[in-house]
T-cell receptor, first 112, second 114 residues
Framework: SQELEQSPQSLIVQEGKNLTINCTSSKTLYGLYWYKQKYGEGLIFLMMLQKGGEEKSHEKITAKLDEKKQQSSLHITASQPSHAGIYLCGAYVLSNDYKLSFGAGTTVTVRA | DSGVTQTPKHLITATGQRVTLRCSPRSGDLSVYWYQQSLDQGLQFLIQYYNGEERAKGNILERFSAQQFPDLHSELNLSSLELGDSALYFC?????????????FGPGTRLTVL
């Protein structure tokens, strides 16, 4: 099973509308990363959150980390076609292997 | 552009064959990571090298091996290839050896095993 669960698995949003993606860990998180991937291409780093309650924004994308819930959310405001893609969360989780684990990804489609 | 380069971009080969994937990290980064991404398994960590030494091992098969050279570029060798090895293989790099560093990903090598 995935150590990081992302929801929803996919979503379709009308251009100009907001959307939120969630990433929940079953284990203690040590750093939470958000990446964006165009299908078949490399991952583009969006932002990293390290402290509980931390919130970061870049252009129209905001990410928050809730340490108590072991959860992060990614919020896109006024979505544009350029926001379409697969969003992956990654985190170092408390486990035997100190490695960056990834969620399965959320596919975002923006309709004009 | 992340600054991480990977070659080749695409690779098509037959079962039983051996291939080598190459990765050059960002300037100044000492760690190189290899990942495999497939539809059924998602993005899986394979192995990490830091300054030429193996640092961490993930779900890497015995048929696969990697190394990092003195100039810090890395190669991932895949042998006795099977159909199930078809996937996107990503290389990432970071400054340090430990967790907490941001990993920057290359564009990937798409491997197709026929």
């Amino acid at each position: 099973s995935q150590e990081l669960e992302q929801s929803p698995q996919s979503l379709i949003v009308q251009e100009g509308k907001n959307l939120t993606i969630n990433c929940t860990s079953s284990k203690t998180l040590y750093g939470l990363y958000w990446y964006k991937q165009k299908y078949g291409e490399g991952l583009i780093f969006l932002m990293m959150l390290q402290k509980g309650g931390e919130e970061k924004s870049h252009e129209k994308i905001t990410a928050k980390l809730d340490e108590k819930k072991q959860q992060s959310s990614l919020h896109i405001t006024a979505s544009q076609p350029s926001h379409a893609g697969i969003y992956l969360c990654g985190a170092y989780v408390l486990s035997n292997d100190y490695k960056l684990s990834f969620g399965a990804g959320t596919t975002v489609t923006v309709r004009a | 552009d992340s600054g991480v380069t990977q070659t080749p971009k695409h690779l098509i080969t037959a079962t039983g064959q051996r291939v080598t994937l190459r990765c050059s990290p960002r300037s100044g980064d000492l760690s190189v990571y290899w990942y495999q991404q497939s539809l059924d398994q998602g993005l899986q960590f394979l192995i990490q090298y830091y300054n030429g030494e193996e640092r961490a091992k993930g779900n890497i098969l015995e048929r696969f091996s990697a190394q990092q050279f003195p100039d810090l570029h890395s190669e991932l060798n895949l042998s006795s290839l099977e159909l199930g090895d078809s996937a996107l293989y990503f290389c990432a790099s970071s400054v340090g050896a430990s967790g907490g560093d941001t990993q920057y990903f290359g564009p990937g090598t798409r491997l197709t095993v026929l």
